[in-house]
T-cell receptor, first 116, second 113 residues
Framework: KAGVTQTPRYLIKTRGQQVTLSCSPI?????VSWYQQTPGQGLQFLFE???????NKGNFPGRFSGRQFSNSRSEMNVSTLELGDSALYLC???????????????FGPGTRLTVL | DQQVKQNSPSLSVQEGRISILNCDYT??????FLWYKKYPAEGPTFLIS?????DKNEDGRFTVFLNKSAKHLSLHIVPSQPGDSAVYFC????????????FGTGTSLTVIP
């Protein structure tokens, strides 16, 4: 079974631009979560999508948005990029065990975004 | 506000000895805890988990201990091997719908041959 895939793997943008990152979950997984990883901050939760609906949201500004398609693929968009948005963006998928907290998450390799 | 904390950014251990990685949390509603291992240029991979109804879970060389009263969990690796060298993240979630996991900042483990 193929793992979680993320595209692109590396991206360089300049301040003020916008960017869209893509995540394809493991087949059969309907929950997709996005995280931002920066040095010293660990993984910060951005949002989670389940059945095309945002189910949870972390403490990030509105410049960060996402969506999920009917095939469970998800995209994350960051508008008006700032230097501080440079980070590794990770996506994770899990099985649709709604209402149960013990869902193991499977992570993709991440997209390394650099904002100049 | 960091609800899950890993206060040791790095740890070095001799091969064959025990590695103990620690994690503290502040939210008493957390009821499920996981450890992930991350190599450079790869996403984190699931290692071991424990629910709040247990105080210990073992899987081969890896054992996770949970002390709910102290809001503390630890990961023991015995014996440590050079291939265990990686960054280890602990994570926690609350009961209820959704998969919002709170991660610590990670501990970089180096196992010296």
């Amino acid at each position: 079974k193929a793992g979680v895939t993320q595209t692109p793997r590396y991206l360089i943008k300049t301040r003020g631009q916008q960017v869209t990152l893509s995540c394809s979950p493991i087949s059969g997984h309907r929950s997709v979560s996005w995280y931002q990883q920066t040095p010293g901050q660990g993984l910060q939760f951005l949002f989670e999508y389940f059945s095309e609906t945002q189910r949870n949201k972390g403490n990030f500004p509105g410049r960060f948005s996402g969506r999920q398609f009917s095939n469970s693929r998800s995209e994350m968009n960051v508008s008006t990029l700032e230097l501080g948005d440079s980070a590794l963006y990770l996506c994770a998928s899990s099985l649709p065990l709604a209402g149960v907290s013990d869902n193991e998450q499977f992570f993709g390799p991440g997209t390394r975004l650099t904002v100049l | 506000d960091q609800q899950v904390k890993q206060n040791s950014p790095s740890l070095s251990v001799q091969e064959g000895r025990i590695s103990i990685l620690n994690c503290d949390y502040t939210n008493s509603m957390f009821d499920y805890f996981l450890w992930y291992k991350k190599y450079p240029a790869e996403g984190p991979t699931f290692l071991i988990s424990i629910s709040s109804i247990k105080d210990k879970n073992e899987d081969g060389r890896f054992t996770v201990f949970l002390n709910k009263s102290a809001k503390h969990l630890s990961l023991h690796i015995v014996p440590s091997q050079p291939g265990d060298s990686a960054v280890y993240f602990c994570a926690a979630s609350e009961k209820g719908p959704g998969n919002q996991f709170y991660f610590g900042t990670g501990t970089s483990l180096t196992v010296i041959p």
